[in-house]
């Protein structure tokens, strides 16, 4: 069965930095994403990345600041996140698809899901 499994959350201050991974059970995924979702926001495709070649996408709002990155020897995705902000504030999800193509991060999109990890910037 699919598991998804985040870890690296935590607090940190602004302008700080934190690492997300995110460990799949299985290896046929062809993309992978990173969501977050804050108190009474809607949720918000940060980044994926296609397992066969690479290939990223960054919403606006992170560009820059935030990396995405895999080891697909270890069916591993991670989210480096530098210069944090406190409106980085919120539960992030890791999400897969099975189904062939590199896409965006739309929720839609997208198979199976992990639990979250919760991150916290403070000013």
């Known amino acids: 069965a699919w598991q998804l499994v985040e870890s690296g959350g935590g607090s940190v201050q602004a302008g700080g930095s934190l690492r997300l991974s995110c460990a799949a059970s299985e290896y046929s995924y062809s993309t992978m994403a990173w969501f977050r979702q804050a108190p009474g926001k809607e949720r918000e495709g940060v980044a994926s990345i296609y397992k066969s070649d690479g290939r990223t996408y960054y919403a606006d709002s992170v560009k820059g600041r935030f990396t995405i990155s895999q080891d697909n020897a270890k069916n591993t995705v991670y989210l480096q996140m530098n210069s944090l902000k406190p409106e980085d504030s919120a539960m992030y999800y890791c999400?897969?698809?099975?189904?062939?193509?590199?896409?965006?991060?739309?929720?839609?999109?997208?198979?199976?899901w992990g639990q979250g990890t919760q991150v916290t910037v403070s000013s």
């Open positions: 999400a897969a698809r099975d189904i062939y193509g590199f896409t965006m991060p739309l929720g839609r999109r997208f198979n199976y």
